[in-house]
């Protein structure tokens, strides 16, 4: 069997000829096209508590608040649940933001633990985006990646309940997102 690799570009192209049904939720992951899994009602909730969260860095002007919208590393294509970007004049109308804008990306795991880990946070760290929080629901903790570097992250933590999260001013507590 031949396997073909999809470009950036084939992708966006397939998209905007409408090849994909529009509730497809679909990453590109190296070529690849990686169908996801729909969204349940606790992962929906903790994305709604950190959007709120994070809001006022938005409001401020310190920080875009991207959620589930694509985010460009390398030759793959994701869509983080969360993502804070450097502010951008344009908000980004001209072209989808990168790796190197992002300040900080947000997984939430019920169901993806594995595949988050293994295969968005090396790539997010290859891409250089330099703080990444997974939330795992099923193990009630939030991992913490800082400091990028190759295809991992020299600073990791990990915190379960009675934590605080902190980025840019803006504090989580770890019992927020468990």
Do not use: C
């Not at 899994?37 to 006022?56: C, D, N, Q, W, Y």
């Not at 293994?118 to 903790?141: H, S």
């Amino acid at each position: 069997m031949t396997r073909h690799k999809v470009s950036l570009e084939e992708f966006h192209r397939m998209v905007e000829a409408g090849v994909f049904p529009e509730d497809l939720r679909l990453e590109l992951v190296e070529g690849d096209l990686v169908e996801r899994s729909p969204i349940g009602p606790k992962h929906a909730a903790i994305v709604r508590r950190l959007t709120t969260r994070f809001a006022p860095l938005a409001a401020r002007g310190e920080a875009l608040l991207s959620v589930q919208n694509p985010l460009v590393v390398g030759s793959s294509e994701l869509y983080p649940d969360l993502a804070l970007l450097r502010p951008d004049p344009e908000g980004y109308a001209s072209r989808h933001p990168e790796g190197k804008d992002a300040l900080l990306v947000v997984e939430v795991a019920d169901t993806s633990l594995r595949y988050d880990l293994g295969v968005k946070l090396p790539l997010y760290a290859q891409a250089g985006v330099p703080e990444v929080w997974v939330v795992d629901l099923l193990g009630q903790r939030v991992l913490l990646h800082r400091k990028p570097e190759g295809e991992g992250y020299r600073e990791g933590k990990t915190l379960g309940p009675g934590a605080r999260l902190a980025f840019l001013g803006a504090e989580i507590p770890t019992e927020e997102l468990l």
